[in-house]
């Protein structure tokens, strides 16, 4: 902590200006109000960037090779002889008309509950 110079309020070192007055803070003329001890460490100055930062390199384009074919043809591809039949997988509308009857089925199921506990309530 140092003291302003214009109104002597403490203002942390690393603090530009003061806080209380808004005076520039000059460490030349800022006086501290305890000097820190000095434990022996050796204070790291980090590298300097140079100014100017190197210009960039041109662009080299990568040379052109001429095509080379792979080393071996792809696989024929075979099918089966005429006349011979596929399996062919079950089909889509079957499988979804068994679901929605099932879900048919079970809120037919809820609605008759649903009615019957209606009922038993208004027989009461």
Do not use: W
């Not at 403490?10 to 005076?23: I, L, M, P, Y």
């Not at 090779?65 to 997988?89: C, D, H, I, K, N």
Request: net charge positive; proline share 19%; with cysteine.
């Amino acid at each position: 902590m140092i003291n302003c110079p214009k109104c002597g309020t403490a203002v942390r070192e690393e603090k530009a200006f003061c806080h209380n007055c808004g005076s520039p803070m000059d460490a030349a003329k800022a006086e501290r109000e305890t000097p820190l001890p000095d434990f022996g460490a050796t204070v790291l100055e980090p590298q300097r960037r140079p100014a100017t930062p190197p210009p960039p390199q041109p662009f080299v384009p990568p040379a052109v090779t001429e095509f080379q074919p792979a080393a071996r043809p792809p696989a024929p591809v075979s099918y089966p002889p005429a006349g011979v039949a596929l399996p062919t997988p079950p089909s889509a509308p079957t499988a979804g008309r068994r679901k929605s009857r099932k879900i048919g089925f079970v809120l037919l199921v809820l609605f008759l509950m649903f009615l019957a506990f209606v009922l038993a309530i208004v027989t009461d």
